[in-house]
């Protein structure tokens, strides 16, 4: 019997379509084995407002549905995200509360990037997702987070990331990552 491939959900906190969050997402991307799926979440933007209502298998959108199967079928998530207002985007914290009652994220391996055009690097969205992750059960660990200030001057012509140091950063998490997928 041939194993399932093993998958990465890969998470942008920002709908924009030249983010450099997703941008950061390519890269991590790039960094994993060919063994491993690599999947980009792309419905964010299509999720209806969290309600808890709304929330119970009459009334379930497709779109919450899929989410919570794509969740529970990766076996690591890695979400990065932008910082708006000293806080998580609004859109990806409404996907996360749509997981609280569901739980696919227990004892998940998780992994969270923050970017950010500023110094500060996001770092108060980084605490912020790092709570919520925390109360939903999901693992992130000691070296499963990270933050990337001023994001611009590690962007080539393409919007590619193309600093370096960032380049190796983001492959150490993702060998981390992938270190407590099979642990
Ligand atoms: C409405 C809004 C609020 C923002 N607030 C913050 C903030 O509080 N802290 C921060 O570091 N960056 C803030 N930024 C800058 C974002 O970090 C920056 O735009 C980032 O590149 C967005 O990610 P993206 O390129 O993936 O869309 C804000 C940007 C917007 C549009």
Redesign the pocket.
Known sequence: MTEQPQTILAI?????A???????LRAAGKAVPGHIKFVPYEDLGELPHFNPDIDDDEHEAASVKNLRAQIASAKGVLF????????V?GSLKNALDWIVSSGEFNAKPVTVI????????????LESILLTLGMLGAQVGEAGSLKI?V??KKLGEAGEVTDEATLQAIRQLMENLIQRMNA
């Open positions: 942008s906190g920002s709908l924009r030249r983010s450099s969050n997703t941008a950061v990065c995200t932008p910082e708006y207002a000293n806080g985007p923050s970017v950010s055009t500023f110094p500060t690097g996001g770092e108060k969205a200030p994001i611009s």
